[in-house]
């Protein structure tokens, strides 16, 4: 092309300089690789996979077959403001991507200026160009620039770059969101179950209380008929009012435990209470933890911490750009006039178009410091996702031994009840025949009393190890793989889910809501 056919037509000069030229810099991404294990201690194999946030987490505690569960769930999911804050962060991250996606497009602006001005006769240009004489000039000016056209072309890929790190970070968002929500259910679950639990230790205790305030009666009995001494009495007493502490420091735990659902729920504590109801001692629905695979598409911390990582790649190509000349092409076209009258006459029209390149030649290495800044907040991105990999393999293999284990401890502490018990009675019989002191019957009581407790301490345990093994295992899973531990049969879920708060399209896949840069 000629040098007068470039100043004619500078725009198609640029616009072939974009089809010649156009390329993203910077690296592609590749996700990285995550440690593997040949076989998972507790149950399974493990294989490779790639995060699926994708997949619904589901209604999984309708598993535990508890109407009331259920309803605190729903409620939790509509009002909760930890929720809404989360909500608000995608709308945030999704506004952010759009607003990264405008740079594709050229911005068309509107200007218009008008002032009256004086030149000064004292001016030192205009003396001189008047022969040393001048004289004050007033005059009009009058601007409309209804179109104003500027374009940065996207020649090396910043801009794709930008927009692809900014997509990614959305996503991370949704992820980050379902996150939320998974943990919110999974803190419902677990803080009612304990407080189920603190239920079923008080209504113990309640039993206790009654039992030891019928021993205080029969021991009064014995030290009025002088069969029993002072002393009976006395520490018959002393039992009954360390339960009867004891009691209402489990009321507390209740109360505490009611709270915190209040604020779970988005409710003050005072306007919530819910109804005495002891936690079943029937063992826990079991829980299939399936393969590696499964884990890493369910858990949506991994599918965040993998975005991030995605996005950092992006802003090294960003990063990189810089190093090469950055293409405008500008355009606008108007009107100017001294008066104001002849503004918008055939004549007063103006134009320009044409490109402008900016190109760094010295920055004192700024753009090589930042390259070096973005490929180090990478590394750690990726040091980042591998460790909330291992922190997923973790919280699973900690659920699963920990259910083994209570299990066992489970079975031993209810044989060791049911001793005590036997022990309680044999003893009870043995003092109203004289055999044993009344001290024999707080050692045994207390034995008996302690066995219990733990007894339904630990089925509480199981039940909130049973609600973390769910949520170390991202919330979702084939109905086909959920029995019940007694029968064996399906649990199917829910035919419709409550209402939930999500951000627009939440659910869905997030490359489906977000737009996605391509090369």
């Known amino acids: 092309m000629s040098k007068r056919a470039f100043i004619r037509y500078p725009f198609l000069f640029a616009l072939g300089l974009i089809f010649l030229t156009g390329c993203t810099?910077?690296?592609?991404?590749?996700?990285?690789?995550?440690?593997?294990?040949?076989?998972?201690?507790?149950?399974?194999?493990?294989?490779?996979?790639?995060?699926?946030?994708e997949i619904s987490k589901g209604n999984w505690y309708a598993i535990f077959h508890d109407k009331k569960l259920d309803e605190l769930e729903a409620e939790a999911q509509v009002s909760s403001q930890t929720l809404r804050a989360a909500i608000a962060r995608v709308s945030e991250a999704r506004a952010s991507a759009r607003e990264a996606e405008s740079d594709f497009f050229p911005s068309l602006d509107f200007s218009g200026t008008g002032s009256r001005q004086r030149t000064s006769p004292n001016n030192g240009q205009v003396v001189a160009q008047s022969g040393g004489k001048s004289s004050p000039y007033t005059f009009n000016s009058a601007t409309v620039v209804p179109f104003d056209l500027s374009y940065e072309v996207d020649l090396w890929g910043q801009v794709r770059r930008a927009f692809e790190g900014a997509g990614d970070l959305a996503q991370a968002s949704l992820a980050d969101y379902e996150n939320v929500l998974l943990s919110l259910r999974a803190d419902v679950a677990a803080n009612y179950f304990a407080l189920r639990t603190a239920d079923a230790?008080?209504?113990?205790?309640?039993?206790?209380?009654?039992?030891?305030?019928?021993?205080?009666?029969?021991?009064?009995s014995r030290f009025k008929g002088g069969i029993s001494t002072q002393l009976d009495v006395e520490q018959a007493t002393a039992t009954l009012a360390s339960a009867q502490a004891q009691l209402a420091s489990l009321d507390q735990s209740r109360a505490q435990l009611e709270h915190a659902l209040a604020v779970l729920l988005g409710r003050p504590p005072a306007s919530f209470s819910l109804p005495f109801h002891p936690l079943d001692l029937d063992p826990p629905p079991a829980i299939p933890p399936g393969l590696p695979s499964d884990l890493l598409e369910r858990r949506p911390d991994v599918a965040a911490a993998e975005r991030r990582v995605a996005a950092q790649n992006a802003q090294i190509g960003v990063a990189i750009a810089a190093y090469f000349p950055v293409?405008?092409?500008?355009?606008?076209?108007?009107?100017?006039?001294?008066?104001?009258?002849?503004?918008?006459?055939?004549q007063s029209r103006i134009w320009s178009y044409g490109p402008s390149i900016q190109f760094p030649i010295f920055e004192g290495g700024k753009i090589s410091a930042n390259i070096k800044q973005q490929r180090a907040a990478y590394e750690e991105n990726v040091a980042n996702y591998r460790e909330q990999v291992l922190v997923a393999f973790q919280n699973v293999e900690d659920s699963?031994?920990?259910?083994?284990?209570?299990?066992?401890?489970?079975?031993?502490?209810?044989?060791?009840?049911?001793?005590?018990?036997?022990?309680?009675?044999?003893?009870?019989?043995?003092?109203?025949?004289?055999?044993?002191?009344?001290?024999?019957?707080?050692?045994?009581?207390?034995?008996?009393?302690?066995?219990?407790?733990?007894?339904?301490?630990?089925?509480?345990?199981?039940?909130?190890?049973?609600?973390?093994l769910i949520k170390a295992l991202g919330g979702g899973w084939a109905d086909s793989m959920v029995f019940t531990p007694n029968h064996g049969d399906h649990v199917a879920s829910p035919s419709k889910a409550p209402t939930v708060l999500t951000p627009d399209d939440a659910t869905a896949h997030p490359e489906g809501n977000l737009p996605v840069a391509h090369p």
């Open 327 to 346: 293409v405008h092409l500008t355009g606008q076209t108007g009107f100017d006039s001294g008066d104001l009258g002849l503004l918008f006459n055939w």
């Open 201 to 220: 230790q008080i209504d113990v205790q309640r039993r206790t209380i009654q039992s030891y305030k019928e021993n205080l009666d029969l021991t009064n």
């Open 400 to 468: 699963l031994s920990s259910l083994r284990y209570l299990a066992q401890q489970s079975d031993a502490e209810n044989r060791a009840f049911e001793a005590y018990k036997n022990a309680l009675q044999l003893t009870n019989a043995r003092y109203t025949t004289g055999l044993v002191s009344y001290f024999d019957v707080i050692q045994a009581q207390g034995l008996a009393l302690n066995a219990e407790q733990l007894a339904v301490q630990i089925q509480g345990n199981r039940m909130g190890t049973t609600v973390q």
């Open 25 to 53: 810099v910077g690296p592609d991404y590749q996700q990285p690789s995550v440690p593997e294990t040949v076989d998972f201690k507790e149950a399974g194999n493990w294989k490779k996979a790639e995060p699926r946030d």
